[in-house]
C-alpha cells in the first residue's frame, strides 16, 4: 500500500496524480475464509483491522450488501465521548476514545479527529443530580469528565440561551477530550488499511442465508450462502447494527434488539459560532458545527419499529424546536439536508458483544444511537472475542446472557438523546 503523505501528494503532482492506488481491492470471493464479517460499517471494518493487526488473523472477509460505510456509519452526527456511567460502558468508550486519539497515524489517513470538547447540558434538578453522579463515576474510572455551572457554560458556549424559555441551563458535563471525527473516514481508513493486511472486503454481495450442521447444543456454522455465491468459514461475525434482528433469525436465534429509525440534518453553511458540541438532553437535541461551517444537528429516534432509514417529520419539527428555544441565533438559518438511519436498541441501551447459541457464531451489534465514538473500541474487543473464541476482559460484561441472568449495564441516562 502507498503511504499517503505530504511528499506523496507532491510527488503524484507531477503525474497528474494519475499514480494512487485503489484504496482498497474489489475481489472475487474465495470458497472459504476463516472468519466471516457480516456488514462493513465502521464495526465490523475496524473488528476486521484488529483481527489482521492484533491477531494475525488474514484470511478474513468483510461481506456487505451495499457500499463500504454507507450503513448507520455514514449517517451519524460523529459525536465522541466517554462519559458513560457503569465502568464496564466506562472501559470500552473510553479506550475507544483514547484510540482515535492517533487513529489518523495508525492507519495512515486522516481521519479529522477534533477533541474540541462535549458539553452535555443540565436543565432540570434531577438532571443535574444524575450528571453529578455520573461525573463523580467517571472521575473513578478515570475518565476525564467535570459538572461545570451555569457561568461555565455560558464561557464555554456563548450562543447558549441559559435562562431558556421553558428550561434554563442549570450547568453541565463537560468532557473536553470528546469531540467529532469524519465518519466516512473512520469506514474508508479501516476498510484501506485491513486490505493492507490481506483483508477481503466484498461489496455488493449480501448475505442471504446462514448454513449450520446440527450439533448437541445449538447448531455449528458451516457458512453463509450471499447473492455472490456461498462461501464457507470457520467463525462468522454478525456486525450489522439495525439489521441485527434478520440476520439473527436467519442463523436461528433471537436478539433482545428492536430497531428504530433515527435522523439527522444540516444547515446551511455559516461563520464558526460554536466550537464544542452541546447536547440538550432534556429539551431533546444537540448540535456541533461541521468544518464546512453547517450545524449538525440530531435528536431523538422515532416511537415505532422500522427499517425506512428516513424518519418521521414530526421529528425533524421537535428538535428544530428544541434547538431554536436553546440557541435563538439558530432560528432564521436554513435547513439543507435531512437523513436517517436505522439503530439497533437493546433494553438497556448497553451494546451486546461475544458469543450466541450457534457454535461459531459471534454478534456485536445494538449500540442504538450511540454506536460511532465506540468503533475502534468496540473492533478491538470483537477481535479479540472471534480470534480466542470466548469473550475478552472488554466485551464479557456484554454477552448475550446478561438479559437471562438480569445483569443489566443500564446506560438510559448516558444514552438519551446524546449520541
Ligand atoms: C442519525 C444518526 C446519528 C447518530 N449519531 C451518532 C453520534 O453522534 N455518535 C455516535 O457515537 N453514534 C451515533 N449514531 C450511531 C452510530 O452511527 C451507529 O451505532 C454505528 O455507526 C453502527 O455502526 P455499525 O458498523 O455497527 O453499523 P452500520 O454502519 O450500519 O453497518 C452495518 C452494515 O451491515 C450491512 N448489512 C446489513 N445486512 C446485511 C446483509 N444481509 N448482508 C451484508 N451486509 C449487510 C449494512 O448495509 C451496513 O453497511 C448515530 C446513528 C444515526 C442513524
Known amino acids: 500500500m502507498k503511504r499517503y503523505s505530504a511528499f506523496a501528494v507532491v510527488k503524484e503532482a507531477f503525474s497528474y496524480h494519475q499514480g494512487w492506488e485503489r484504496a482498497w481491492r474489489s475481489p472475487e470471493p474465495k470458497s472459504h475464509y476463516d472468519v466471516i464479517i457480516i456488514g462493513a460499517g465502521g464495526h465490523g471494518l475496524a473488528t476486521a483491522y484488529y483481527l489482521a493487526k492484533n491477531h494475525g488473523l488474514t484470511n478474513v472477509a468483510v461481506l456487505e450488501k451495499s457500499w463500504l460505510g454507507g450503513g448507520n456509519t455514514g449517517r451519524n452526527t460523529s459525536i465522541i465521548r466517554s462519559n458513560y456511567l457503569q465502568p464496564a460502558s466506562a472501559a470500552i468508550y473510553e479506550l475507544s476514545r483514547s484510540l482515535y486519539e492517533d487513529l489518523s497515524q495508525k492507519l495512515n489517513f486522516n481521519i479529522m479527529f477534533s477533541p474540541r470538547g462535549v458539553l452535555m447540558l443540565c436543565q432540570t434538578e434531577h438532571e443535574l443530580r444524575a450528571m453529578k453522579r455520573t461525573s463523580h463515576a467517571n472521575r473513578l474510572a478515570g475518565i476525564d469528565t467535570e459538572l461545570v455551572g451555569p457561568a461555565r457554560v455560558a464561557k464555554l458556549c456563548p450562543i447558549i440561551n441559559i435562562d431558556g424559555p421553558r428550561y434554563p441551563v442549570l450547568g453541565g458535563l463537560w468532557q473536553p477530550r470528546g469531540g467529532t471525527a469524519r465518519h466516512d473516514a473512520i469506514a474508508w481508513g479501516y476498510a484501506r488499511a485491513a486490505c493492507a493486511m490481506g483483508v477481503d472486503i466484498l461489496q455488493q454481495c449480501e448475505v442471504t442465508g446462514i448454513d449450520r450442521e446440527a450439533t448437541d447444543s445449538g447448531g455449528r456454522v458451516k457458512g453463509v450462502q450471499t447473492t455472490r455465491g456461498a462461501i464457507t468459514?470457520?467463525?462468522?461475525?454478525?456486525?450489522?447494527?439495525?439489521?441485527?434482528?434478520?440476520?439473527?433469525?436467519?442463523?436461528?436465534?433471537?436478539?433482545?434488539?428492536?430497531?428504530?429509525?433515527?435522523?439527522?440534518?444540516?444547515?446551511?453553511?455559516?461563520?464558526?459560532?460554536?466550537?464544542?458540541?452541546?447536547?440538550?438532553?432534556?429539551?431533546?437535541?444537540?448540535?456541533?458545527?461541521?468544518?464546512?461551517?453547517?450545524?449538525?444537528?440530531?435528536?431523538?429516534?422515532?416511537?415505532?419499529?422500522?427499517?425506512?432509514?428516513?424518519?418521521?417529520?414530526?421529528?425533524?419539527?421537535?428538535?428544530?424546536?428544541?434547538?431554536?428555544?436553546?440557541?435563538?441565533?439558530?432560528?432564521?438559518?436554513?435547513?439543507?439536508?435531512?437523513?436517517?438511519?436505522?439503530?439497533?436498541?437493546?433494553?438497556?441501551?448497553?451494546?451486546?458483544?461475544?458469543?450466541?447459541?450457534?457454535?461459531?457464531?459471534?454478534?456485536?451489534?445494538?449500540?442504538?444511537?450511540?454506536?460511532?465514538?465506540?468503533?475502534?473500541?468496540?473492533?478491538?474487543?470483537?477481535a479479540a472475542t472471534v480470534a480466542k473464541g470466548e469473550p475478552d476482559e472488554l466485551a464479557g460484561p456484554f454477552g448475550l446472557d446478561r438479559f437471562t441472568e438480569g445483569r443489566m449495564i443500564d446506560e438510559s441516562v448516558a444514552a438519551a438523546v446524546a449520541h
Not at 236 to 248: D, E, P
Not at 257 to 281: F, G, H, T, W
Request: net charge neutral; with cysteine; charged share 15%.
Open 233 to 382: 468459514c470457520s467463525k462468522l461475525a454478525i456486525i450489522v447494527a439495525g439489521n441485527s434482528g434478520v440476520l439473527a433469525e436467519m442463523a436461528g436465534f433471537r436478539l433482545p434488539i428492536e430497531s428504530l429509525p433515527l435522523q439527522a440534518l444540516v444547515s446551511e453553511p455559516i461563520k464558526p459560532c460554536l466550537d464544542i458540541v452541546v447536547m440538550a438532553n432534556t429539551v431533546h437535541g444537540y448540535m456541533s458545527q461541521s468544518d464546512k461551517g453547517e450545524m449538525v444537528i440530531g435528536g431523538g429516534s422515532d416511537g415505532y419499529n422500522a427499517y425506512t432509514q428516513r424518519g418521521s417529520f414530526h421529528h425533524v419539527e421537535e428538535t428544530v424546536r428544541a434547538l431554536c428555544e436553546t440557541f435563538p441565533i439558530i432560528s432564521r438559518l436554513k435547513m439543507l439536508r435531512q437523513w436517517g438511519g436505522t439503530v439497533d436498541m437493546t433494553g438497556d441501551r448497553s451494546p451486546i458483544i461475544g458469543k450466541t447459541p450457534v457454535e461459531g457464531i459471534f454478534i456485536n451489534g445494538g449500540w442504538g444511537t450511540g454506536g460511532f465514538k465506540s468503533i475502534p473500541g468496540s473492533g478491538w474487543a470483537m
